[in-house]
């Protein structure tokens, strides 16, 4: 171009811009399988490739595949399922989707969730429409079609570079066939360059002799091939860092190069898993295979992040008393908004898991809570379990013990002070007695007469408007805020005047003040409620101002004490 005149040079280099900048972008399919076992570690896993392109200046976003015939988990226990977490477009999805929201920063929606229920109830809706022209519905091309069909809307509606895909379950697993079939053809139709396979599978140790095991992870890949899918990279989940015997061994029979194997070990904190498997040269890799180019992760942010989770100067105890506590994956985002809240405060957050009904069995047990410097009660349904939230909500009020009720927590301390300060005998949720003789917590009148309970509730984003001069609108430092909500239940409008009479605050209220939102008793040093979920959008390092400010509280009541010790 050196013998053009200038002008021209400049006219060729604009359409090339021009035609450079009309070129649609061409997505990555990165799919995540997993094999040995369930919960082996594939959201985690998944999440951290995601963040390494991010530190890279890379667009992802998520999809998460749930096998299962429901079509979400919305009406699972979550002792089947772990927490179900709620989108701002009111989806009940898998918990692994707010491990997403929390490592991308990003807000998903419900369609990035798929489900078997969800493929086979539209191709069925379809074949009785006569859309299929008479054609014999099968699973593949049908189911598949399906599959694929969704992926690509998810990677045509965002936009991105890459978009990523975990497959739930396990390599074997007869739900999860036609999703490896799907992902499969994805490769064929987007090609080598565009598509990466990584494979997550567990390595164990064995106790006696302390030797790392490969060869579950050897059979797993062997069924993915066995499948037709050829992983490009295996990423062996262990207690510890493997040794270069089983890296050499896993590469050899997994059929890959040595430096496509990456090891995911335990952590002391979740989200140094990115940096871990970027150390490792993972990022790097995934960029190479897709041909992405050649960027620098810039990982200043992430890392003080983690490092303020890391290097904590204090320490503050904090008692979560539920009904599902033997699974900690049932309250997955209370533990992380605790962890959120308390890295940028400096202060480790132990966290103890307190079944409520023990305060049923004995009430003189709730002495145990004055060892902690934070009670919370958190979200659930039905009616076991609910006396002793009651107990534990009011014995945090007598004591002035830091107190957050979430959800049904907020309505089972609204309870509680309608009984213990109202005078109120006998007050409850008519979802737990609906002969209660005061009925403060009620049915929402939309629900009424709801016959399918799944998807039905009241989900997803509404704006809360705060109340000037409460102690949440300091914390939000905002009149109108979006918080996540999951209920059918609701403050009855007939008690909110005695409610408010006996020094109650309605610190939070819906747009039009028709729903009660969120409560604070003023004179003690932190006692809320929210209705809604705070913790569905607390993200590492920017907390959830609820969570942030009870944190705060409970660490100004350690400190308080110590000084109360050195008078002494």
Same mark, same amino acid.
């Given at each position: 171009?050196?013998?053009?005149?200038?002008?021209?040079?400049?006219? *060729?280099?604009?359409?090339?811009?021009?035609?450079?900048?009309?070129?649609?972008?061409?997505?990555?399919? *990165?799919?995540?399988?997993?094999?040995?076992?369930?919960?082996?570690?594939?959201?985690?896993?998944?999440?951290?490739?995601?963040?390494?392109?991010?530190?890279?200046?890379?667009?992802?976003?998520?999809?998460?595949?749930?096998?299962?015939?429901?079509?979400?988990?919305?009406?699972?226990?979550?002792?089947?399922?772990?927490?179900?977490?709620?989108?701002?477009?009111?989806?009940?999805?898998?918990?692994?989707?707010?491990?997403?929201?929390?490592?991308?920063?990003?807000?998903?929606?419900?369609?990035?969730?798929?489900?078997? %229920?969800?493929?086979?109830?539209?191709?069925?809706?379809?074949?009785?429409?006569?859309?299929?022209?008479?054609?014999?519905?099968?699973?593949?091309?049908?189911?598949?079609?399906?599959?694929?069909?969704?992926?690509?809307?998810?990677?045509?509606?965002?936009?991105?570079?890459?978009?990523?895909?975990?497959?739930? %379950?396990?390599?074997?697993?007869?739900?999860?066939?036609?999703?490896?079939?799907?992902?499969?053809?994805?490769?064929?139709? &987007?090609?080598?360059?565009?598509?990466?396979?990584?494979?997550?599978?567990?390595?164990?140790?064995?106790?006696?002799?302390?030797?790392?095991?490969?060869? #579950?992870?050897?059979?797993?890949?062997?069924?993915?091939?066995?499948?037709?899918?050829?992983?490009?990279? *295996?990423?062996? @989940?262990?207690?510890?860092?493997?040794?270069?015997?089983?890296?050499?061994?896993?590469?050899?029979?997994?059929?890959?190069?040595?430096?496509?194997?990456?090891?995911?070990?335990?952590?002391?904190?979740?989200?140094?898993?990115?940096?871990?498997?970027?150390?490792?040269?993972?990022?790097?890799?995934?960029?190479? @295979?897709?041909?992405?180019?050649?960027?620098?992760?810039?990982?200043?942010?992430?890392?003080?992040?983690?490092?303020?989770?890391?290097?904590?100067?204090? @320490?503050?105890?904090?008692?979560?008393?539920?009904?599902?506590?033997?699974?900690?994956?049932?309250?997955?985002?209370?533990?992380?908004?605790? &962890?959120?809240?308390?890295?940028?405060?400096?202060?480790?957050?132990?966290?103890?898991?307190?079944?409520?009904?023990?305060?049923?069995?004995?009430?003189?047990?709730?002495?145990?809570?004055?060892?902690?410097?934070?009670?919370?009660?958190?979200?659930?349904?039905?009616?076991?379990?609910?006396?002793?939230?009651?107990?534990?909500?009011?014995?945090?009020?007598?004591?002035?013990?830091?107190?957050?009720?979430?959800?049904?927590?907020?309505?089972?301390?609204?309870?509680?002070?309608?009984?213990?300060?109202?005078?109120?005998?006998?007050?409850?949720?008519?979802?737990?007695?609906?002969?209660?003789?005061?009925?403060?917590?009620?049915?929402?009148?939309?629900?009424? %007469?709801?016959?399918?309970?799944?998807?039905?509730?009241?989900?997803?984003?509404? #704006?809360?408007?705060?109340?000037?001069?409460?102690?949440?609108?300091?914390?939000?430092?905002?009149?109108?805020?979006?918080?996540?909500?999951?209920?059918?239940?609701?403050?009855?409008? &007939?008690?909110?005047?005695?409610?408010?009479?006996?020094?109650?605050?309605?610190?939070?209220?819906?747009?039009?003040?028709?729903? *009660?939102?969120?409560?604070?008793? #003023?004179?003690? @040093?932190?006692?809320?409620?929210?209705?809604?979920?705070?913790?569905?959008?607390?993200?590492?390092?920017?907390?959830?101002?609820?969570?942030?400010?009870?944190?705060?509280?409970?660490?100004?009541?350690?400190?308080?004490?110590?000084?109360?010790?050195?008078?002494?």
């Amino acid at each position: 171009m050196r013998y053009l005149g200038k002008s021209l040079k400049h006219t *060729i280099r604009t359409y090339m811009l021009i035609l450079t900048e009309s070129t649609p972008k061409t997505c990555k399919y *990165i799919f995540v399988t997993g094999g040995v076992l369930s919960s082996v570690g594939k959201g985690v896993v998944t999440a951290s490739i995601g963040k390494m392109l991010q530190a890279r200046g890379y667009s992802v976003t998520v999809i998460k595949v749930d096998p299962y015939l429901n079509v979400d988990c919305g009406t699972m226990n979550p002792y089947q399922h772990g927490e179900i977490f709620v989108t701002e477009d009111g989806g009940e999805i898998d918990l692994d989707m707010g491990h997403y929201e929390r490592f991308l920063d990003v807000n998903l929606s419900k369609d990035q969730n798929i489900t078997t %229920g969800q493929i086979y109830l539209t191709v069925i809706e379809r074949e009785r429409r006569g859309e299929y022209l008479g054609r014999c519905v099968q699973i593949v091309p049908h189911i598949t079609d399906e599959i694929k069909r969704r992926i690509y809307v998810v990677a045509e509606r965002s936009s991105v570079d890459a978009l990523l895909v975990e497959v739930g %379950g396990t390599v074997g697993d007869i739900e999860g066939l036609p999703y490896l079939e799907a992902i499969r053809q994805i490769r064929l139709e &987007k090609g080598y360059d565009n598509t990466l396979f990584v494979h997550v599978a567990l390595v164990p140790v064995l106790d006696v002799t302390g030797e790392e095991k490969t060869k #579950p992870l050897q059979h797993s890949v062997n069924e993915l091939r066995r499948i037709g899918i050829q992983p490009d990279i *295996i990423v062996a @989940r262990c207690s510890r860092m493997i040794g270069e015997e089983a890296k050499a061994k896993i590469a050899l029979f997994g059929t890959i190069p040595r430096e496509a194997v990456f090891c995911s070990y335990n952590l002391p904190v979740v989200y140094q898993a990115p940096i871990m498997l970027d150390e490792q040269g993972m990022g790097d890799y995934i960029c190479t @295979r897709l041909k992405l180019g050649s960027r620098k992760a810039d990982w200043g942010r992430w890392k003080e992040i983690v490092d303020s989770m890391l290097n904590a100067k204090y @320490r503050v105890k904090v008692a979560l008393c539920g009904k599902y506590t033997s699974l900690a994956d049932s309250y997955v985002s209370i533990l992380e908004a605790l &962890k959120h809240a308390g890295g940028v405060l400096s202060t480790k957050v132990e966290i103890d898991l307190i079944e409520a009904e023990v305060f049923e069995e004995e009430s003189g047990k709730l002495c145990i809570l004055d060892s902690y410097d934070g009670v919370i009660v958190p979200p659930g349904f039905g009616h076991r379990g609910t006396e002793g939230k009651i107990a534990v909500a009011n014995y945090a009020r007598e004591k002035d013990i830091p107190f957050l009720g979430l959800c049904f927590g907020f309505q089972m301390a609204i309870v509680a002070f309608a009984r213990y300060v109202c005078g109120l005998d006998g007050a409850n949720s008519t979802e737990n007695d609906p002969d209660t003789p005061h009925p403060v917590l009620d049915l929402m009148p939309e629900q009424r %007469g709801v016959e399918y309970i799944g998807g039905s509730m009241r989900l997803g984003a509404y #704006p809360v408007k705060l109340k000037p001069g409460t102690l949440l609108h300091s914390l939000y430092s905002q009149d109108i805020v979006y918080e996540r909500h999951r209920h059918r239940w609701e403050v009855n409008p &007939k008690y909110w005047s005695i409610l408010e009479s006996h020094g109650m605050i309605f610190s939070g209220v819906s747009l039009d003040g028709g729903r *009660i939102e969120a409560f604070e008793i #003023p004179d003690l @040093r932190f006692y809320v409620g929210t209705q809604y979920h705070p913790e569905f959008k607390s993200r590492p390092g920017r907390p959830s101002p609820v969570f942030y400010g009870f944190i705060k509280s409970c660490l100004s009541r350690v400190m308080e004490a110590e000084v109360e010790a050195l008078k002494l």
